[in-house]
Structures are given as structure tokens and as C-alpha cells.
């Protein structure tokens, strides 16, 4: 089995016409949670580990991230959606198709200079995703990379990472399908 | 150091009179955070093992889930607010302080007899756990154990799970404090 097989396709979710791609297929399955995160952790635990600590975007890169920071011995940041986090934030605001999106980092989270991996499930059109990389360059991180299990090229949001100058690494794509 | 002391307590959040506890502090730092996967680890490594999933509650959950799903080479179940899941779902809609709740699981996710590990951070009032237990047993599932990290013993959640007949296990307590 291939981590791609795990992955379930469900037709005209959240709406007509889009096919939304489920992990939770994936990551109940022993065998192919281990393929993803064994997958992640051979990548950076070779050149590819020149960060201090990993982000994880709510909620379904708290789990790949969260396992991912155990292998590798880093600590774990919580990137969240508005009025989640306790303690003192900085807060970025991005366009969706209608409406509007607010993500939050605590403000104490990284330190000047600090290198980050960020982790999220999927890579659509990457509007989270850069609203993450903005956060954490407010608080004066760098972006060592932003990876995801699965890549939607078709959405463009990894190249428009990619054209931002952010090394972009996923372990499968869904293109055209 | 200890776990405990890696916590930060926020007085007066959510609101005038509360302290709470924020595990963000604890699992940013890298040893913190191998501290409680470690922890957990060693138990459920042991005598405790006799469960085939683990279960997530949303969000802080399924960082900790995520990690002890990798060690303990087990799959992840989420465990999501209303509307989250993308596939068919069984809800359980509970009480809060003021208004109402509800939480989800996908009905795939177990199969009846599946003994199953639910984690979360903290057990304060206990009424997400529940739920959660309640979402489980309607699949068929049975609970191995509900884990936290941390207990508040005041608010008396673990000790209404442990009436229901639940295995409770916590890393520590805060208790009058």
C-alpha cells in the first residue's frame, strides 16, 4: 500500500464540484500513519534539519506535527484560528473565497532568529499557510520549510509559496484527478 | 524540571476568577514535550496496553494523540467540534456552563468491540470526555482508559468518569491552587 491509497476521496465536499481528500482514512491506519511520519522523519532528520522547532496548523497539523516533533526531539508551536490561545498573540488576517480568516501565534512562541518547519495536512490554495509563514516572520522566525502530506498543484498554493521563496515539501499530489 | 513546572497558568482566562492552565509553554520545549510522550509511553508500552486505537479530542488532543499514536504504533481517531468531519459522523450534543455543545466522530472510525484510548490535555469539568466516551460505546467501542495531562481534581471530571466505571490516568494535578 502507498500513503496515497489511504486516502479516502469524498465527491462534492464541502460543495458541489470539489473532491475533498480525507486522512483520517490514513492516520487510523497503523501502517499508514507510520509511512507519513517515518516518511517525514527521514527527510529532516538528514541535510533537511536546520530548524529549532515546528508549527503545526489547527487542527490536522497538530497531529502530524505533534508526532513529528517527537521523532525528531523539537519542540511543538500551535499556529491556531482566532481566540484560542490563552496567552499573549499576534494575530493575521486573510482573504478566503467569501469572507475572511484569522490565525494566531502566542507572541513568546519563537525567538528572533529562530528557524521553523511548518506542518499542515494539505496544500490547496495556501492561504493558511502563508498567513503562518506571516506570523511567524512578525515574531522575527525564519521559514526552514513548509511541508504537507498532500499537495493539490492544481489550487496553486505551493507555487505561490514557492514564488514567495519558501522550500515546499509534500509526500503526494492529487493532480487533474 | 518537571512536567508541572513547564505549564503556565494565566489568571483570570477565560474569565475573572479562573486560572488556566496553558500546555503550550510545556510542549514548545522539546524535552517538556518528550517528558509527556514519554510518560504516557511507559504506561501504555506496559500492562496498559489493551487498546487498538487511540482518540483524539480536539485540538490540544491531538497533538499529544498524534505523538503516542507513532510510539505506541497505534492509528488516530479524531474527535471534532461540530461540522468538522468530512464522511458520515455520529454527534453527541452535551451541556456546557452556559449552552450547548457537540462533538463528532466519523461512524467508520470504529468497528463494534475496537477497544479504544481517549486523550486530551486537561480534565476540568470532564463534560467534553464524556461525550467523547458517549460517541465511542454508540459505535461499539469499548474505553480503555481516558488520559490528560494535566487533572484539576476541583472540578471534579475524572472523578465523574471514574464513577462511570472509566480508567482515569493523569500525569498531574492541580489541586487548590
Known amino acids: 500500500m502507498t500513503i496515497k491509497s489511504y486516502i479516502r476521496?469524498?465527491?462534492?465536499?464541502?460543495?458541489?464540484g470539489i473532491?475533498?481528500?480525507?486522512?483520517?482514512?490514513?492516520?487510523?491506519?497503523?501502517?499508514?500513519f507510520r509511512m507519513v511520519i517515518d516518511s517525514f522523519t527521514q527527510r529532516y532528520i538528514k541535510e533537511h534539519t536546520d530548524f529549532d522547532i515546528i508549527a503545526g496548523?489547527?487542527?490536522?497539523?497538530?497531529?502530524?506535527?505533534?508526532a513529528l516533533s517527537y521523532t525528531l526531539g523539537k519542540?511543538?508551536?500551535?499556529?491556531r484560528k482566532k481566540?484560542?490561545?490563552?496567552?499573549?498573540v499576534v494575530s493575521y488576517e486573510y482573504d478566503l473565497e467569501y469572507g475572511k480568516d484569522t490565525v494566531e501565534i502566542h507572541k513568546?512562541?519563537?525567538?528572533?532568529?529562530?528557524?521553523?518547519?511548518?506542518?499542515?495536512?494539505?496544500?490547496a490554495t495556501g492561504g493558511t499557510?502563508?498567513?503562518?509563514?506571516?506570523?511567524?516572520?512578525?515574531?522575527?522566525g525564519i521559514i526552514s520549510e513548509v511541508a504537507f502530506i498532500?499537495?493539490?498543484?492544481?489550487?496553486?498554493?505551493?507555487?505561490?509559496?514557492?514564488?514567495?521563496?519558501?522550500?515546499?515539501h509534500s509526500l503526494l499530489e492529487f493532480e487533474g484527478e
Open 9 to 16: 476521496s469524498i465527491p462534492d465536499y464541502p460543495k458541489k
Open 19 to 32: 473532491i475533498f481528500r480525507d486522512i483520517t482514512t490514513l492516520i487510523k491506519d497503523p501502517l499508514g
Open 57 to 66: 496548523i489547527e487542527s490536522r497539523g497538530f497531529i502530524i506535527g505533534g
Open 75 to 79: 519542540g511543538f508551536i500551535p499556529i
Open 83 to 88: 481566540g484560542k490561545l490563552p496567552a499573549e
Open 108 to 123: 513568546d512562541a519563537i525567538k528572533k532568529g529562530d528557524r521553523v518547519l511548518i506542518i499542515d495536512d494539505l496544500c
Open 129 to 140: 499557510a502563508i498567513a503562518a509563514t506571516a506570523l511567524i516572520e512578525k515574531l522575527g
Open 150 to 168: 498532500v499537495d493539490l498543484p492544481d489550487l496553486k498554493g505551493s507555487k505561490k509559496l514557492k514564488n514567495k521563496g519558501y522550500n515546499v
